[in-house]
């Protein structure tokens, strides 16, 4: 009763990605240094699994990230094909990174909610927003903003005003 619509009466073929037609065998997704990747502990296991070869993604991601900050915490997406090939998208380093580096704290509070470890302008947190703003799930950067203020809130730092 309930079948997908038709065209020209004819079914449907399902097709793949228009970015690639090889199929995709898995999407890995890491927190790598910037300029820092190197295949050991914590790329070996992730990438080994899935077949692709860990020197020639130390290389593309370090050569990818070299005006990045050095040893900046940089979230990767990484695509698996079967062909055992591979393609990859940087983001923005995370807002808890951004925060704990705009408040020059080490760590968050303890206790969210019951200590306040630090103060954070609502210069600060609009900048980051603004610096965040494509990996964030908001359509202009008053909602961004409010989404770092929560961020910044749930690791015990007070944002001023």
């Known amino acids: 009763m309930n079948a997908p619509a038709q065209q020209g009466g004819k079914p449907q073929a399902k ?13 890995v997704k890491l927190q790598v240094p910037a300029g820092q990747a190197a295949p050991g502990q ?16 130390c290389k593309a991601f370090n050569e990818a990230t070299k005006d990045h900050t050095q040893g900046v915490p940089i979230p990767v997406i990484i695509t698996a094909y079967t062909d055992r090939t591979f ?3 940087t983001k923005t380093p995370p807002a808890s990174y951004l925060l704990r580096q705009a408040a020059q704290q080490d760590k968050g509070a303890k206790e969210p909610g019951r200590e306040v470890k630090a103060t954070i302008s609502r210069a600060k947190v609009r900048a980051i927003a603004e610096q965040k703003m494509d990996d964030l799930n908001a359509y202009d950067v008053e909602q ?12 015990g730092f007070e944002v001023a005003d």
């Open 15 to 27: 097709s793949q990605s228009k970015k690639s037609s090889k199929p995709v065998k898995a999407y």
């Open 42 to 57: 914590a790329l070996g296991p992730a990438l080994g699994q899935h077949g692709l070869n860990m020197a020639e993604f």
């Open 87 to 89: 393609t990859f998208i």
């Open 144 to 155: 961004a903003e409010k989404i770092i203020a929560g961020s910044a809130r749930s690791m």
